[in-house]
């Protein structure tokens, strides 16, 4: 499992390491901040996220490259009609 760091409350420069990842809980009203480990659930529920994101993430690009190649074939298709490189420019900015 990913080791995960985190900085102890009362010596900044030390990092412990931990194979549990970890949560912040800071409670404003007592000014105070304590490190807790994530639960199994939460674990869990944090790989799904960065999967789903990993999976947006790609359909994205994939939507843009997929726009972007449109635009490069109409331009083609301007092009062979016999219109010029400044005619084809203007039509698609």
């Given amino acids: 499992m990913e080791l995960f760091r ?3 409350r009362n ?3 030390r990092v412990e390491m931990s ?3 970890k ?3 800071v409670d404003l009203e007592k000014g105070t901040q304590q490190y807790v480990d994530l ?7 944090r790989a799904v ?3 789903n994101a990993a999976i947006e993430k790609a359909e994205r690009e994939a939507a843009e490259q997929a726009k972007a190649d449109a635009k490069l074939n109409a331009q083609a ?4 009609l016999g219109l010029t490189g400044e005619e084809v420019a203007a039509l698609t900015e």
């Avoid at 639960?39 to 529920?45: D, L, N």
């Avoid at 298709?77 to 062979?80: G, M, T, Y």
Wanted: no cysteine.
């Fill in 11 to 13: 010596n900044p420069g």
């Fill in 77 to 80: 298709k301007l092009a062979a």
């Fill in 6 to 8: 985190r900085f102890t």
């Fill in 19 to 21: 194979e549990t990842p």
């Fill in 39 to 45: 639960t199994p659930e939460e674990i869990e529920q």
């Fill in 49 to 51: 996220d960065a999967q």
């Fill in 23 to 25: 949560k912040l809980i």
